[in-house]
């Protein structure tokens, strides 16, 4: 089968032919670079009209020259259509800059119609993803996709990719493009910050993770801060490098725990970053997670990767006529039908638990939940302890949960961050349980080497054992902790644990607050996590609601919808 891609959602004026016998691909690209300053939508459009005949070109006659190699639907009349051997012409459909994306939608009829052979509209997002896992090989990845108006972690699951976690306001590369802007360099700024990274050493900027969501707009200003009172633009590129990647190696890391998946695959421009591809690289060797990048060709915007997502969902049947070939500018990844992996493997197959031997001194005696002495999740190693294992006398069921240190981060970014998350979860564990929410006690905290002593608490987490009960609980919980003004950070279904009771735990991301936007923001990263790995979330989604309603702010309510529909692609 042979695919004709076309792209041209932003800057990249792309077209490509694939072709699935020796699944070779050949992309001829030519991009927009704006005379100054960011994008101009209007002037990026006219260049896609200018410069995508050009390539549709190129790419046909490559076509037309190989095409003994595709002989199984080509004929050798030089006047038919079919002279290139071409199947169906795909093309991105969204997201992306509106008027980028008419002249697309313009361009992929036209050739659709010369050349006689079905449309598909494919998503430029899942495109992203799905070049990383069929180069790979991988089966059901973690995606991490890493591009210029975008930041989202997806997975398969129940016939979608699903996000597991995105930005709450600008792409990555955006926010990197707008810093360097906000100096005087030229667009693209992605590339330049990281070449300047290399002299720089670390300075203090702001570290914002929501569960597996995460913000990039407090990191900017503060950038942009930065260097208008004169701080080395070195320092403060490196140190946006480590800020920024090492917040999307985190949430990564957080999917892969939550998921049980040891797969992960990078997509998007900013996916061609050294920095960001070595720290990814380090948190899944850690893990013993397989970790795989596509070519830089395959990262950046390119009509490759619509040409080879086209293939496959023309394999599935999912041609569009011309009627519904409209452009989407915000077309979201999760509103894909996945009928191409129809039946295969959810990205949560794997969601029994992690665990690892137990170490000398941990007890044979766990409750069904905790299969071994020891669980290593996302951020910490908890082991389960004897009385006898500390030097002061503990009561019997007891674990000490010891944050590890992470080699994909900085050294003092990373002292930083497990000390205070350290603290933050000993002060806030015992401030919910005053508020009326069973939580572990807190036996002992050392900031110093990011150590907890707690209560054992519960049978199981609750992603073994979700019920409706359960989160109808959780849901009472987190509006009581939000009726004290404290917030969870992170309640996703690793962070609950279930019993006889059903208690929060792991309060690492918790904060004091006021503000109905970060209550909203809690449950949200609980409904994401119960979207993204149950098999029947409606119910569950609906017990989330019920639950807190029950006892708290209906206003909370109502900013989850504003949260869960607010456009992220600026
Ligand atoms: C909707 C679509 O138009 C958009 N595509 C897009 O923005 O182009 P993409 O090629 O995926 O990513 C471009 C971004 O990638 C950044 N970038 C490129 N090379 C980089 C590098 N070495 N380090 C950091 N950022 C880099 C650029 O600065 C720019 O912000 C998207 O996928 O979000
Ligand atoms: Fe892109």
Same mark, same amino acid.
């Given at each position: 089968?042979?695919?004709?891609?076309?792209?041209?959602?932003?800057?990249?004026?792309?077209?490509?032919?694939?072709?699935?016998?020796?699944?070779?691909?050949?992309?001829?690209?030519?991009?927009?670079?704006?005379? %100054?300053?960011?994008?101009?939508?209007? /002037?990026?459009?006219?260049?896609?009209?200018?410069?995508? $005949?050009?390539?549709?070109?190129?790419?046909?006659?490559?076509?037309?020259?190989?095409?003994?190699?595709?002989?199984?639907?080509?004929?050798?009349?030089?006047?038919?259509?079919?002279?290139?051997?071409?199947?169906?012409?795909?093309?991105?459909?969204?997201?992306?800059?509106?008027?980028?994306?008419?002249?697309? #939608?313009?361009? @992929?009829?036209?050739?659709?119609?010369?050349? +006689?052979?079905?449309?598909?509209?494919? +998503?430029?997002?899942?495109? =992203?993803? /799905?070049?990383?896992?069929?180069?790979?090989?991988?089966?059901?990845?973690?995606?991490?996709?890493?591009?210029?108006?975008?930041?989202?972690?997806?997975?398969?699951?129940?016939?979608?990719?699903?996000?597991?976690?995105? *930005?709450?306001?600008?792409?990555?590369?955006?926010?990197?493009?707008?810093?360097?802007? =906000?100096?005087?360099?030229? =667009?693209?700024?992605?590339?330049?910050?990281?070449?300047?990274?290399?002299?720089?050493?670390?300075?203090?900027?702001?570290?914002?993770?929501?569960?597996?969501?995460?913000?990039?707009?407090?990191?900017?200003?503060?950038?942009?801060?930065?260097?208008?009172?004169?701080?080395?633009?070195?320092?403060?590129?490196? %140190?946006?490098?480590?800020?920024?990647?090492?917040?999307?190696?985190?949430?990564?890391?957080?999917?892969? !725990?939550?998921?049980?998946?040891?797969?992960?695959?990078?997509?998007?421009?900013?996916?061609?970053?050294?920095?960001?591809?070595?720290?990814?690289? *380090?948190?899944?060797?850690?893990?013993?997670?397989?970790?795989?990048?596509?070519?830089?060709?395959?990262?950046?915007?390119?009509?490759?990767?619509?040409?080879?997502?086209?293939?496959?969902?023309?394999?599935?049947?999912?041609?569009?006529?011309?009627?519904?070939? *409209?452009?989407?500018? +915000?077309?979201?990844?999760?509103?894909?039908?996945?009928?191409?992996?129809?039946?295969?493997?959810?990205?949560?197959? #794997?969601?029994?638990?992690?665990?690892?031997?137990?170490?000398?001194?941990?007890?044979?005696?766990?409750? @069904?939940?905790?299969?071994?002495?020891?669980?290593?999740?996302?951020?910490?190693?908890?082991?389960?302890?004897?009385?006898?294992?500390? /030097?002061?006398?503990?009561?019997?069921?007891?674990?000490?949960?010891?944050?590890? %240190?992470?080699?994909?981060?900085?050294?003092?970014?990373?002292?930083?961050?497990?000390?205070?998350?350290?603290?933050?979860?000993?002060?806030?564990?015992? /401030?919910?349980?005053?508020? #009326?929410?069973?939580? $572990?006690?807190?036996?002992?905290?050392?900031?110093?080497?990011?150590?907890? =002593?707690?209560?054992?608490?519960?049978?199981?987490?609750?992603?073994?054992?979700?019920?409706?009960?359960?989160?109808?609980?959780?849901?009472?919980?987190?509006?009581?902790?939000? +009726?004290?003004?404290?917030?969870?950070?992170?309640?996703?279904?690793?962070?609950?644990?279930?019993?006889?009771?059903?208690?929060?735990?792991?309060?690492?991301?918790?904060?004091? !607050?006021?503000?109905?936007?970060?209550?909203?923001?809690?449950?949200?990263?609980?409904?994401?996590?119960?979207?993204?790995?149950?098999?029947?979330?409606?119910?569950?989604?609906?017990?989330?609601?019920?639950?807190? *309603?029950?006892?708290?702010?209906?206003?909370?309510?109502?900013?989850?919808?504003?949260?869960?529909?607010?456009?992220?692609?600026?």
């Amino acid at each position: 089968m042979r695919v004709l891609g076309i792209e041209g959602t932003a800057w990249a004026a792309s077209a490509a032919c694939y072709d699935d016998t020796g699944d070779s691909v050949f992309i001829e690209s030519d991009p927009y670079q704006p005379d %100054s300053g960011g994008i101009h939508p209007r /002037e990026a459009a006219e260049h896609m009209g200018e410069a995508l $005949p050009n390539v549709i070109d190129s790419v046909l006659t490559h076509a037309a020259e190989t095409v003994d190699d595709a002989a199984d639907t080509a004929t050798n009349d030089t006047d038919s259509p079919n002279r290139y051997g071409i199947d169906c012409v795909a093309f991105s459909q969204g997201p992306g800059l509106g008027p980028c994306l008419r002249t697309v #939608g313009t361009a @992929a009829r036209a050739a659709a119609q010369a050349l +006689n052979v079905p449309l598909v509209g494919v +998503n430029h997002m899942v495109a =992203h993803l /799905e070049i990383g896992r069929h180069q790979s090989g991988f089966d059901s990845p973690v995606c991490l996709n890493a591009s210029g108006a975008n930041a989202h972690l997806l997975g398969y699951h129940n016939g979608r990719y699903q996000v597991l976690g995105e *930005t709450m306001d600008t792409g990555v590369g955006n926010a990197l493009d707008k810093f360097t802007r =906000h100096i005087g360099w030229e =667009h693209p700024g992605g590339p330049k910050v990281e070449a300047a990274a290399t002299d720089g050493e670390l300075i203090d900027l702001p570290y914002v993770v929501k569960g597996m969501d995460f913000s990039f707009s407090g990191i900017m200003s503060a950038a942009k801060d930065a260097a208008d009172e004169g701080e080395a633009i070195e320092d403060i590129c490196f %140190s946006l490098q480590e800020h920024i990647f090492g917040m999307l190696t985190e949430v990564a890391e957080r999917a892969l !725990s939550l998921t049980g998946t040891d797969e992960l695959v990078l997509g998007g421009g900013v996916g061609q970053n050294a920095r960001l591809q070595s720290m990814l690289e *380090t948190m899944c060797e850690e893990r013993g997670a397989a970790f795989d990048v596509p070519d830089n060709r395959f990262l950046r915007d390119n009509a490759g990767m619509i040409a080879v997502l086209g293939a496959k969902q023309f394999a599935a049947g999912q041609t569009i006529t011309i009627e519904d070939s *409209t452009v989407d500018p +915000n077309f979201r990844p999760d509103e894909v039908a996945v009928a191409w992996r129809e039946g295969e493997q959810s990205v949560a197959c #794997g969601r029994g638990g992690e665990t690892a031997s137990p170490t000398d001194g941990a007890t044979a005696t766990q409750s @069904a939940g905790d299969r071994h002495g020891r669980q290593r999740g996302a951020e910490a190693v908890v082991d389960i302890i004897a009385p006898t294992d500390c /030097e002061y006398e503990l009561p019997a069921r007891c674990v000490r949960k010891h944050r590890l %240190s992470k080699a994909y981060r900085h050294p003092a970014l990373d002292t930083t961050l497990t000390g205070e998350r350290t603290t933050a979860e000993a002060r806030l564990t015992s /401030e919910a349980r005053a508020a #009326g929410v069973p939580t $572990p006690l807190v036996w002992d905290v050392d900031r110093e080497t990011a150590t907890l =002593h707690l209560q054992h608490v519960g049978e199981a987490d609750l992603a073994e054992r979700l019920t409706t009960d359960a989160i109808t609980t959780v849901g009472n919980h987190l509006a009581a902790i939000h +009726n004290a003004g404290l917030v969870h950070g992170d309640p996703t279904t690793r962070n609950v644990r279930v019993g006889d009771r059903v208690w929060l735990i792991d309060f690492g991301l918790g904060f004091h !607050s006021g503000h109905i936007e970060d209550y909203a923001m809690d449950l949200h990263v609980l409904r994401q996590s119960l979207a993204a790995t149950a098999d029947d979330p409606a119910p569950l989604l609906d017990a989330v609601s019920g639950g807190y *309603t029950a006892v708290g702010d209906t206003a909370v309510i109502d900013r989850l919808a504003t949260v869960e529909d607010r456009g992220r692609y600026q």
